[in-house]
Structures are given as C-alpha cells and as structure tokens.
C-alpha cells in the first residue's frame, strides 16, 4: 500500500473547503453590518444569528475536511500493513541495489587483478 503524493480527494472535501471560505465571508459581512447598523435592534440580532451559524459552517467544514483527510492521508499510516509492505519493498530495493554493487565490484576487482598479474608477468619476462 503505497501512499501516492496525488492529490485525490472526493467532491466532499472540496465541498467543505468551499464552505470554510464561505464561513469566513459570511462571519465578516455578518460582522460588518454588525457594527454599522449597531443602532437597529431587530438588524443586530439578525446578524448576531448570522454570525454564529457562520462559526457552525466553519466547525461542519473543517470536521467534513478533517474526515475526508484523515481518511486519505494519515490513517494508512497507522496500519500495520503500511509499514510491513514499506518495509519489504525498501528491505528487496537495497538488496538489489547491494547484489548489483556487488557484481560491479567483483568485474572491476577481476579487471584489476588480471592487469596486475600482467604487470608482474612483464616484470620477470627480462
């Protein structure tokens, strides 16, 4: 199990993006009119109710993309299968890359030696 650095996420999460980002429009319009219309009663209430259930969308946006994350990012982590199957591939990756290391120096080394051997064969033929 792989965990790929695509950015998949469902339409719910980009639903909840979209309703934190309206949150924060609405709580600052709410805001607003707030304070500009302090002397309306009936108009402050309204967006004193405006502004908590802005702070509600927030808290159902953030819990709807906090799922959504959970679910595609961190919880692989904390399986058991994740790091066994990361493990073995890593463990068969560094095998391979010693095996052929391996190889490579055992060529060079036999080059070496023969080029040697030669040398001291010259050497004694006087």
């Not at 066994?84 to 190889?103: D, P």
């Not at 080394?109 to 064969?121: C, D, F, G, P, S």
Request: charged letters at 25%; one cysteine or more; aromatic letters at 20%.
């Amino acid at each position: 199990m792989e965990i790929d650095s695509k950015i998949n996420f469902s339409t719910k999460f980009y639903f909840s993006i979209v309703l934190i980002i309206f949150s924060f429009i609405i709580g600052q319009i709410a805001k607003l009119l707030f304070f500009i219309y302090f002397t309306d009663s009936q108009l402050r209430n309204f967006c004193l109710v405006i502004y908590i259930l802005s702070w509600l969308m927030l808290f159902f946006g953030v819990w709807l993309a906090g799922k959504d994350y959970y679910l595609q990012k961190i919880k692989p982590f904390l399986s058991y299968r994740f790091y066994h199957n990361s493990i073995k591939n890593k463990t068969k990756q560094a095998y391979g890359l010693t095996k052929a290391g391996t190889k490579k120096l055992r060529e060079e080394a036999k080059k070496r030696t023969v080029l040697i051997q030669e040398k001291v064969k010259n050497k004694f033929k006087r």
